[in-house]
């Protein structure tokens, strides 16, 4: 069979699960929460992709049939009666509801994100038996928005105390991880959670999935680039042709192009090339040339190569006190970069008195790829059961690790009165807006949400009350 199977997107041990419940058991209510990690709020992303994927298509008998072999050949059992159940009272469709904080929400870690519970009696043991995908559907790419989001305070923090704003801060951090994901679909989705907080990418496959699941006709920008083979296939006594050819194919009012200069001596194409024979075309290009050192130690690179373009074209003085280079010339960082670079990049380029004005950033595997599920502890579990027709609470409580505690009951996330949002028990709610909203019920998504909308729900503004952007849909 070469369609996609939803039975199967799942770990071999779910399978066996079904027989292990308490007898009566009618309801299990699970929650998804990030228990802390590197960071200390999350932004919430990627359910409405994974709804839309994966769980508003039913599943057939074929899924059923296929399903039960493997399981029996691999020494597991398989329910095949509940998922005819399926099949036959839902139309295939998954009998689960799935609550949620708006996406593009931040949230402080420690909190419910999603609650899931089934809504037939007779498939209780369906909660936990979409863990895999779900837990898998938002860990990475909120965890992914998350860490943009936070090299977006490092950028902004500098840009706002050496440039004169932040008009340019949408394209400060540049998409390079495409070719460093594990897949397409990995690149798609990760690559779109960056683009919650910035606008520039060269991964197409996430441009693509703002289009699919979020309403986005462009999501994200690029412009002209060379590569390395680019420019040496010319030959080392032809590299002032290959980038005057750059200039030439790319120039004119308001264009940007990148050229990446260090294929064999960065100081001298800076000194000889750009700053010599090309310095009249670079200073009348029409546009921005923006050029990319891309070896050595990135605080050392950057700094020195903004210091020569500085003695070489000039640079002026903002109202913070701060050097900025033309406006024909900048610079761009894409080796070696993570929120640790970058925030050692404008720290040293801050003591020089050189603006944030003039570097844009490129991420690549450490924004797509070197994340994991622990990176902010992201965890599914089960709080609430109803057996026999009385809910009673479920919960883990390891004497050996107490960073694995698990939330009691059923959930409901509220504001405090400053606007900060915490986890209470649904019954504990009284009066107060409970910021899970229902977004899938049934086979049906019956919230959407679109991109700029995230977007803004995301937006870092000093002393926001980010509840009161998180309690809207």
Not at 347 to 367: D, H, P, T, V, Y
Not at 376 to 402: C, E, I, N
Request: hydrophobic share 40%; aromatic share 10%.
């Amino acid at each position: 069979m070469n369609q996609y199977n939803p039975i199967l997107n799942v770990d071999s041990y779910k399978t066996s699960h079904y027989l292990q419940y308490p007898e009566g058991t009618q309801y299990v209510s699970s929650y998804i929460e990030s228990r802390g990690g590197q960071f200390k709020e999350a932004v919430f992303f990627g359910l409405q992709a994974f709804i839309k994927q994966y769980l508003t298509t039913p599943i057939n008998a074929e899924h059923i049939e296929e399903a039960e072999e493997l399981c029996l050949a691999h020494g597991l059992p398989f329910n095949r009666e509940g998922w005819e159940y399926i099949l036959q009272e839902h139309q295939g469709y998954l009998p689960i509801e799935i609550q949620a904080v708006p996406e593009g929400s931040v949230i402080p870690t420690r909190n419910v994100l999603v609650q899931v519970v089934n809504t037939d009696p007779k498939c209780f043991w369906l909660t936990s038996y979409i863990e895999t995908a779900l837990l898998r559907a938002i860990w990475y790419p909120t965890t992914v928005a998350t860490q943009s989001r936070e090299a977006k305070k490092v950028i902004q923090r500098y840009l706002l105390e050496t440039a004169e704003g932040l008009d340019s801060l949408p394209f400060k951090l540049h998409d390079f991880g495409a070719r460093g994901a594990s897949s397409e679909e990995t690149a798609a989705i990760g690559g779109l959670a960056h683009l919650v907080n910035f606008q520039g990418t060269d991964t197409i496959a996430a441009v693509l999935a703002g289009r699919r699941y979020y309403a986005a006709p462009m999501a994200g920008f690029s412009i002209p680039a060379a590569e390395h083979s680019t420019m040496t296939s010319w030959g080392r006594e032809q590299e002032a042709k290959a980038y005057e050819n750059m200039l030439t194919q790319f120039s004119g009012d308001n264009s940007l192009v990148a050229v990446v200069s260090d294929s064999y001596d960065l100081w001298s194409a800076i000194e000889n090339i750009w700053g010599g024979e090309l310095k009249e075309r670079v200073e009348n290009n029409g546009g921005t040339l923006v050029i990319r050192p891309d070896s050595g130690d990135p605080v050392d690179i950057v700094t020195q190569t903004i210091e020569r373009l500085m003695r070489i074209f000039g640079a002026t003085i903002n109202s913070k006190g701060f050097r900025v280079l033309p406006d024909f010339i900048r610079v761009i960082q894409g080796d070696g970069i993570s929120l640790h670079t970058i925030e050692g990049i404008l720290s040293a380029m801050k003591a020089r008195k050189q603006s944030a004005e003039n570097i844009s950033f490129g991420m690549g595997g450490e924004l797509l790829q070197k994340v994991n599920r622990d990176t902010m502890r992201f965890a599914m579990k089960a709080s609430a059961v109803r057996v026999d027709g009385l809910w009673r609470d479920v919960y883990k409580d390891p004497a050996t690790d107490s960073g694995k505690r698990s939330k009691r009951g059923r959930l409901a996330l509220i504001n405090r009165t400053d606007g900060t949002p915490y986890t209470i028990r649904e019954q504990d709610i009284g009066g107060r807006n409970n910021l899970l909203k229902t977004v899938y019920r049934n086979g049906k998504l019956l919230i959407e949400q679109d991109l700029e909308t995230i977007r803004e729900r995301a937006v870092i503004v000093k002393g926001r009350d980010v509840l009161a952007v998180a309690s809207q849909y």
